[in-house]
């Protein structure tokens, strides 16, 4: 099935879910950054198709329908009807997912844009459903048991009073592997060893029983598992504010700052090169009949070089 995802379109009343495979989440930063006038025009000819969109269900209707949440690389909802994109991207990052949000400000001039924290959850809420349809298993105990959390930059785990822990390599997020975290952290991470931002990031204050979490990956219904994984400790949600955990570190953890011009210079890259325009890859000697079966969605709705200039503009800040 490849890299999946779901979009879901409410527009004039009708609320449309779709479900794409065969890799669409490695593109989806580039699907949506061109703006609504594009957006619409393919996603109307996906519709069409027939093949890979549905009315989308009732809250009490079967949950067959739905992705878990391991399997959705990203989702977006566009209420069109609110001028309102709720989205996720698993593969964004704290640094690129800053720069989608800015750029996207400029492209979908006067629509409210927010992340999804919480991934597929935060969706289904937003539309009235619960949560029960995309929750996965994400691991098994005896699974956290066996995979110990390996030193890295990917995350950072601070404790109070007692160094700051970098986590990596293969490592699940921290707070996946419950109390038992504690005794399981690699060696101290010194400050002037954070070569890149991290992912996410935990702040344990043992004393208080109290932690704090920041992500820029979906947390998949962390809130509902969390008493079960640090039964007596507090848990306090910052989004993606990698600031709260510098601060409560004392200077200990010192990342370098996101630099937000490299990072939309990163997505202009990704759509001048990964946006499917027929006359372009003509030009590039790309067989389009063998591309079309793919990108036929895309080519049928019609972006333009012209369109795409005026997006990576916007996207630039022009």
Same mark, same amino acid.
């Given at each position: 099935?490849?890299?999946?995802?779901?979009?879901?379109?409410?527009?004039?009343?009708?609320?449309?879910?779709?479900?794409?495979?065969?890799?669409?989440?490695?593109?989806?930063?580039?699907?949506?950054?061109?703006?609504?006038?594009?957006?619409?025009?393919?996603?109307?000819?996906?519709?069409?198709?027939?093949?890979?969109?549905?009315?989308?269900?009732?809250?009490?209707?079967?949950?067959?329908?739905?992705?878990?949440?391991?399997?959705?690389?990203?989702?977006?909802?566009?209420?069109?009807?609110?001028?309102?994109?709720?989205?996720?991207?698993?593969?964004?990052?704290?640094?690129?997912?800053?720069?989608?949000?800015?750029?996207?400000?400029?492209?979908?001039?006067?629509?409210?844009?927010?992340?999804?924290?919480?991934?597929?959850?935060?969706?289904?809420?937003?539309?009235?459903?619960?949560?029960?349809?995309?929750?996965?298993?994400?691991?098994?105990?005896?699974?956290?048991?066996?995979?110990?959390?390996?030193?890295?930059?990917?995350?950072?785990?601070?404790?109070?009073?007692?160094?700051?822990?970098?986590?990596?390599?293969?490592?699940?997020?921290?707070?996946?592997?419950?109390?038992?975290?504690?005794?399981?952290?690699?060696?101290?991470?010194? %400050?002037?060893?954070?070569?890149?931002?991290?992912?996410?990031?935990?702040?344990?204050?043992?004393?208080?029983?109290?932690?704090?979490?920041?992500?820029?990956?979906?947390?998949?219904?962390?809130?509902?598992?969390?008493?079960?994984?640090?039964?007596?400790?507090?848990?306090?949600?910052?989004?993606?504010?990698?600031? %709260?955990?510098?601060?409560?570190?004392?200077?200990?953890? %010192?990342?370098?700052?996101?630099?937000?011009?490299?990072?939309?210079?990163?997505?202009?890259?990704?759509?001048?090169?990964?946006?499917?325009?027929?006359?372009?890859?003509?030009?590039?000697?790309?067989?389009?009949?063998?591309?079309?079966?793919?990108?036929?969605?895309?080519?049928?709705?019609?972006?333009?070089?012209?369109?795409?200039?005026? %997006?990576?503009?916007?996207?630039?800040?022009?």
């Amino acid at each position: 099935m490849g890299s999946r995802v779901h979009y879901i379109l409410i527009a004039d009343g009708r609320r449309t879910l779709f479900t794409r495979g065969g890799g669409s989440g490695y593109g989806f930063d580039v699907d949506f950054a061109v703006g609504p006038d594009v957006v619409f025009r393919w996603l109307a000819v996906l519709d069409a198709d027939g093949r890979f969109s549905e009315p989308l269900p009732e809250a009490d209707a079967d949950h067959h329908v739905w992705l878990g949440d391991l399997s959705c690389e990203g989702a977006i909802l566009i209420d069109a009807d609110r001028r309102e994109l709720l989205l996720y991207w698993s593969h964004a990052g704290t640094a690129y997912r800053v720069a989608m949000l800015d750029g996207y400000a400029r492209t979908w001039p006067g629509w409210r844009i927010e992340w999804a924290f919480d991934g597929l959850g935060d969706l289904l809420a937003r539309i009235g459903h619960g949560p029960a349809a995309v929750r996965d298993e994400l691991w098994s105990a005896d699974a956290v048991d066996r995979d110990a959390p390996e030193p890295g930059e990917r995350f950072v785990v601070s404790r109070a009073g007692g160094g700051v822990h970098g986590l990596g390599g293969d490592s699940r997020e921290p707070w996946w592997y419950g109390v038992s975290l504690l005794d399981r952290l690699p060696g101290a991470h010194s %400050a002037a060893a954070w070569g890149e931002m991290p992912d996410g990031g935990m702040h344990l204050d043992e004393a208080a029983r109290t932690a704090v979490v920041w992500s820029a990956l979906p947390l998949r219904g962390l809130r509902d598992a969390w008493e079960r994984l640090w039964p007596g400790w507090r848990l306090e949600l910052r989004g993606a504010d990698v600031d %709260a955990q510098i601060a409560l570190c004392g200077g200990l953890f %010192a990342p370098p700052p996101i630099d937000l011009p490299r990072e939309l210079k990163d997505l202009v890259k990704r759509v001048v090169r990964d946006w499917p325009i027929e006359s372009v890859l003509r030009e590039r000697g790309v067989d389009i009949e063998f591309l079309r079966e793919i990108f036929s969605h895309y080519f049928e709705a019609g972006f333009t070089v012209p369109e795409r200039d005026r %997006a990576v503009s916007l996207l630039l800040g022009g």
